[in-house]
């Protein structure tokens, strides 16, 4: 594949980049008040933003705002307990934030192969994984799509594991109408630039469990009660390992500002999409999806499989200045896990040089949707 610099710079004007921000019209007079205030850093605007955002998603336990959502992964590991030589089992392929947190606590990752309809882990191979060593299970909603929660609910109760689930790519995704944070003891976002909600960079951890949220909040601040800080009333004493890892007023300024543009973002996302699935059907091009009725979501990522045209769909549609990607590759070509790799993933082999990510985001519209799924019908078809 070519190397995405050696294509030319996209002009934005005439283009359709991959991923574009979407920052609301409101954020800019939002982080002036911030600027103007007493807080920059962490402040009423983080408490605010964690507020706001558990509306949002249906949260029935708490949420905390950190600095990533790879920040947040890294505080839901340490809250489930993982320790040293535990083992978690990951799904081999998805951004490496969901398993780099794992490499600083030294615990073992367990790779299961995917699903080859929805690209999320493979449900069904995750039980025969588990050993008495096995502390949690950590899932990614791939482009937005909800692994089974339902089933996955069951295997962690019966091993008595945790069930983490990395929503960086979901934000609002429901099974048979509940909210899957019902299924889960913990739960990240991601608040990344080119996520559904931004706030410039930034992320979150659900908690189910409410008696967990002071020390996370501890954790996110150098292991510092830092209420207690404020008010003089802390003894000077660090009994937990903490970090650097709190959100700011400025980044939840932009967050809070995105917020209140979160149900037009979710209608032109599905708007995009829809028409991609419509065009898409009409030829028998997939999009790896596995949609059913018993879920809801908004989506991330549009992923096509070309069937091993791949490169010629990308060629092609640079040519129209329109930009695609894999965005995501399987972690186990990664050398900081090679010694976690002692199976096979037949079926992340069967996709791994299929797969492309098209653009999909507001500065899109349904129309631009239909333009980009022509150029890859007819250049698929060409190729045959």
Same mark, same amino acid.
């Given at each position: 594949?070519?190397?995405?610099?050696?294509?030319?710079?996209?002009?934005?004007?005439?283009?359709?980049?991959?991923?574009?921000?979407?920052?609301?019209?409101?954020?800019?007079?939002?982080?002036?008040?911030?600027?103007?205030?007493?807080?920059?850093?962490?402040?009423?605007?983080?408490?605010?933003?964690?507020?706001?955002?558990?509306?949002?998603?249906?949260?029935?336990?708490?949420?905390?705002?950190?600095?990533?959502?790879?920040?947040?992964?890294?505080?839901?590991?340490?809250?489930?307990?993982?320790?040293?030589?535990?083992?978690?089992?990951?799904?081999?392929?998805?951004?490496?934030?969901?398993?780099?947190?794992?490499?600083?606590?030294?615990?073992?990752?367990?790779?299961?192969?995917?699903?080859?309809?929805?690209?999320?882990?493979?449900?069904?191979?995750?039980?025969?994984?588990?050993?008495?060593?096995?502390?949690?299970?950590?899932?990614?909603?791939?482009?937005?799509?909800?692994?089974?929660?339902?089933?996955?609910?069951?295997?962690?109760?019966?091993?008595?594991?945790?069930?983490?689930?990395?929503?960086?790519?979901?934000?609002?995704?429901?099974?048979?109408?509940?909210?899957?944070?019902?299924?889960?003891?913990?739960?990240?976002?991601? #608040?990344?630039?080119?996520?559904?909600?931004?706030? $410039?960079? @930034?992320?979150?951890?659900?908690? &189910?469990? %409410?008696?967990? =949220? +002071?020390?996370?909040?501890?954790?996110?601040?150098?292991?510092?009660?830092?209420?207690?800080?404020?008010?003089?009333?802390?003894?000077?004493?660090?009994?937990?390992?903490?970090?650097?890892?709190?959100?700011?007023?400025?980044?939840?300024?932009?967050?809070?500002?995105?917020?209140?543009?979160?149900?037009?973002?979710?209608?032109?996302?599905?708007?995009? #999409?829809?028409?991609?699935?419509?065009?898409?059907? $009409?030829? @028998?091009?997939?999009?790896?999806? &596995?949609? %059913?009725?018993? =879920? +809801?979501?908004?989506?991330?990522?549009?992923?096509?499989?070309?069937?091993?045209?791949?490169?010629?769909?990308?060629?092609?549609?640079?040519?129209?200045?329109?930009?695609?990607?894999?965005?995501?590759?399987?972690?186990?070509?990664?050398?900081?896990?090679?010694?976690?790799?002692?199976?096979?993933?037949?079926?992340?082999?069967?996709?791994?040089?299929?797969?492309?990510?098209?653009?999909?985001?507001?500065?899109?519209?349904?129309?631009?949707?239909?333009?980009?799924?022509?150029?890859? =019908?007819?250049?698929?078809?060409?190729?045959?």
């Amino acid at each position: 594949m070519k190397p995405m610099n050696e294509y030319p710079l996209l002009d934005d004007e005439s283009g359709v980049p991959l991923f574009y921000p979407h920052v609301s019209s409101k954020a800019q007079a939002y982080v002036s008040k911030a600027l103007a205030s007493r807080w920059i850093g962490q402040g009423p605007r983080v408490d605010e933003f964690e507020e706001k955002l558990g509306e949002n998603i249906d949260a029935t336990g708490r949420v905390v705002a950190v600095s990533s959502g790879t920040a947040a992964l890294h505080l839901a590991y340490l809250l489930a307990e993982i320790s040293a030589d535990d083992e978690v089992i990951c799904p081999v392929f998805t951004c490496t934030a969901t398993n780099i947190p794992l490499l600083y606590i030294g615990a073992n990752i367990i790779f299961s192969d995917i699903s080859t309809e929805s690209l999320n882990i493979d449900v069904d191979n995750i039980e025969r994984l588990i050993t008495n060593k096995t502390k949690a299970i950590s899932v990614v909603d791939y482009g937005g799509r909800p692994v089974d929660y339902q089933v996955l609910r069951e295997i962690c109760d019966r091993n008595k594991i945790k069930l983490i689930a990395d929503l960086a790519h979901c934000l609002d995704a429901k099974i048979s109408g509940q909210s899957v944070l019902k299924y889960v003891d913990f739960a990240i976002f991601s #608040f990344q630039a080119i996520k559904t909600v931004t706030s $410039a960079d @930034g992320g979150a951890i659900y908690i &189910a469990d %409410n008696t967990m =949220i +002071q020390k996370a909040k501890r954790l996110r601040w150098f292991g510092i009660d830092r209420t207690k800080k404020q008010k003089g009333t802390w003894e000077n004493d660090i009994t937990e390992i903490g970090y650097k890892y709190q959100m700011n007023d400025i980044q939840a300024a932009i967050g809070l500002a995105n917020l209140e543009d979160l149900q037009d973002i979710r209608s032109i996302r599905k708007s995009i #999409f829809s028409t991609y699935r419509k065009c898409f059907e $009409a030829c @028998g091009i997939k999009l790896f999806e &596995a949609t %059913n009725e018993k =879920i +809801q979501f908004t989506p991330w990522l549009a992923t096509i499989d070309t069937i091993g045209r791949r490169q010629i769909v990308m060629d092609n549609l640079r040519k129209h200045n329109i930009e695609s990607a894999q965005v995501h590759y399987r972690n186990d070509r990664y050398s900081i896990f090679k010694r976690f790799i002692d199976k096979s993933f037949p079926n992340m082999d069967s996709i791994e040089n299929n797969y492309l990510v098209l653009p999909l985001h507001t500065k899109m519209t349904a129309v631009d949707a239909e333009k980009i799924s022509e150029i890859v =019908i007819d250049t698929m078809a060409d190729a045959v």
